[in-house]
């Protein structure tokens, strides 16, 4: 099989399998092809004839859609409102006799369990449990809330319709996760187990090349659809969903969703924040939004507007807490970089820290990893 990166070394495939998890752009006409033979190398690998048509939709939100489609869920997606979607695609997926039954557990769990099953016997519980943290682990909150966030989204399409969004939902647990399969095949990768010369038509390898080149994907007997890569994707330091002026993850046909830092946004929302004030602030109901306003509008120009009181003050700093309704307490540490800047002047910090913090001391130790007790520097810098 032909494979689109060259093998990276055992210590950085975790690295390789978080650039594909989290890849963006447009799927090109070689992609395609390298997944589209990928496909027909996972049926082959399960013992299975190839899929007589495969089908590309250009985003989750299709795929789902049309895998409810051959599930002869059509009369409840209409009913939702989502007619659009099905008129577009029923045709690309009618086939004389149906598109048979989903292969989903042939292509993708069968080989997954033995390959695990296998590796877990050669290493025993607690090696494999090591392997798993330095690489799998690694990535899988971070690619399982993205997943968590694209299916939920994709049920909210058929709004207050609670049958339909069941549907939808339920159809997404028929996908194969093509590139957010990312921390199973990192594990798999480091143990060697997608090396082609070893594993020739392998399940995983084949997988793995259909990841490398599409996203979710839904395996029939006669059909396999196959969705595009988002074609935007921003995320923040800490790797969660973030962008102020449009859509952090977005998909060709429209399909999105809004994002700051990891929290989600209706769409418009930070974009409608050009005229926050106090007084604004304060009367959001929604907690999350009403952080993400704190956090836009500055704490440092909030507290100063509001006549906010210092909480404590010590040699390291002062403790600030802003109470902010039905959610946790702000609380920040001020600080004076002790190094000056070029014209002189001395650079106020804001250091968030623990809601539990009573001191500027335990709060600027905190972000060191220490207790107030062992925060004894020699040189401030």
Do not use: C
């Not at 939702?80 to 039954?101: F, H, M, V, W």
């Not at 001395?346 to 913090?357: C, G, H, K, N, Q």
């Not at 001191?359 to 972000?367: C, H, K, L, S």
């Amino acid at each position: 099989m032909q494979t689109t990166t060259s093998s990276p070394s055992r210590g950085d495939v975790t690295l390789a399998w978080q650039a594909t998890a989290f890849s963006a752009g447009p799927t090109g006409p070689g992609e395609h092809e390298r997944a589209e033979t990928a496909v027909r190398a996972a049926y082959a690998a399960a013992g299975l004839a190839p899929p007589e048509r495969v089908v590309w939709v250009p985003s989750p939100a299709h795929g789902t859609i049309a895998a409810a489609l051959i599930a002869g869920h059509r009369e409840a997606l209409e009913k939702a409102g989502l007619q659009e979607y099905t008129e577009r695609l029923a045709p690309l997926i009618a086939l004389p006799g149906g598109a048979g039954g989903s292969v989903r557990e042939a292509v993708r769990t069968l080989p997954w369990e033995k390959a695990r099953t296998a590796a877990s016997s050669e290493l025993g519980p607690r090696e494999w449990a090591h392997v798993w943290a330095r690489t799998g682990g690694r990535l899988w909150n971070q690619v399982n809330d993205l997943v968590d966030r694209v299916r939920r989204a994709i049920g909210e399409l058929a709004g207050d319709d609670a049958e339909a969004t069941a549907l939808l939902r339920g159809a997404t647990l028929d996908a194969v996760l093509g590139q957010h399969d990312a921390p199973f095949l990192a594990l798999a990768d480091h143990l060697g187990r997608l090396d082609g010369d070893g594993h020739p038509g392998d399940a995983l390898s084949a997988m793995a090349e259909v990841a490398r080149n599409a996203g979710w994907w839904w395996p029939y007997e006669r059909i396999a659809i196959l969705s595009e890569r988002p074609a935007e994707l921003h995320r923040d330091e800490p790797g969660r969903l973030h962008r102020g002026d449009g859509p952090a993850l977005a998909y060709s046909d429209g399909f999105s969703l809004h994002a700051w830092r990891g929290m989600p946004m209706q769409a418009g929302f930070i974009e409608s924040l050009t005229d926050l004030t106090p007084a604004r602030i304060d009367a959001e109901e929604n907690a999350e939004q009403r952080r993400v306003m704190l956090e836009i509008y500055g704490y440092d120009r909030y507290l100063a507007e509001t006549g906010a009181k210092p909480q404590q003050r010590d040699s390291t700093g002062v403790l600030w807490r802003i109470p902010v309704r039905d959610d946790e307490d702000v609380v920040m540490v001020e600080v004076v970089n002790s190094t000056p800047e070029p014209d002189g002047s001395y650079r106020t910090y804001f250091l968030r820290v623990p809601p539990r913090t009573l001191t500027a001391r335990q709060g600027v130790a905190w972000t060191f990893g220490l207790d107030a007790r062992d925060y004894t520097p020699q040189q401030q810098t």
